[in-house]
T-cell receptor, first 116, second 114 residues
């Protein structure tokens, strides 16, 4: 079956612009996660959805970042007034369950965001 | 505050020998630990996991050991193969009332030489 897909694969934007990054999780996965990965670092947790609701958004760095998952499937990460420090690979993952065994997350290939 | 630490940025091993990747954590509330493998330009892929009620989990060439008193886990790969060359991430999580947040280490790059 299809894995997690993310679009676009690459996004180059100018400082101050607005961007949207899309994630299509594996069908039937109720949990969806967004991470940000900078060079030489591991994935940094941003937000986690269980169904349509954000169960934990404690990783969002500031109010310029927002994510939605209106129908419990596709999710969009939105970044307003982008800054050069937002440049990173944004990873999306989904999983069947939300705790313990079965919480193995399946990752998409990521969107590489470059803010000039 | 790094809650999950992988202190070795890289490791080089000869094909056929054992690879041992280490990970330390600070949060005693973590109750589930995972290892992910990542190739360039791809997302991480799940490798093996262990819950805090166990001290060992084995899957083929991969074994994860958990020492809760030391807050330390390790991944053993034996025998190592050139295709194992990748970045390995240790991750830890706890099922709290707010959700299921997973914290990743910075990764260790494994080179397996033929």
């Amino acid at each position: 079956g299809a894995g997690v897909s993310q679009t676009p694969s690459n996004k180059v934007t100018e400082k101050g612009k607005y961007v949207e990054l899309r994630c299509d999780p594996i069908s039937g996965h109720t949990a969806l996660y967004w991470y940000r990965q900078s060079l030489g670092q591991g994935p940094e947790f941003l937000i986690y959805f269980q169904g349509t609701g954000a169960a934990d958004d404690s990783g969002l760095p500031n109010d310029r970042f927002f994510a939605v998952r209106p129908e419990g499937s596709v999710s969009t990460l939105k970044i307003q007034r982008t800054e050069r420090g937002d440049s990173a690979v944004y990873l999306c993952a989904s999983s069947l369950a939300t705790g313990g065994i079965g919480n193995e997350q399946f990752f998409g290939p990521g969107t590489r965001l470059t803010v000039l | 505050d790094q809650q999950v630490k992988q202190n070795s940025p890289s490791l080089s091993v000869q094909e056929g020998r054992i690879s041992i990747l280490n990970c330390d954590y600070t949060n005693s509330m973590f109750d589930y630990f995972l290892w992910y493998k990542k190739y360039p330009a791809e997302g991480p892929t799940f490798l093996i996991s262990i819950s805090s009620i166990k001290d060992k989990n084995e899957d083929g060439r991969f074994t994860v050991f958990l020492n809760k008193s030391a807050k330390h886990l390790s991944l053993h790969i034996v025998p190592s193969q050139p295709g194992d060359s990748a970045v390995y991430f240790c991750a830890a999580s706890s099922f709290g009332t707010g959700g299921f947040k997973t914290i990743f280490g910075a990764g260790t790059r494994l080179f397996v030489k033929a």
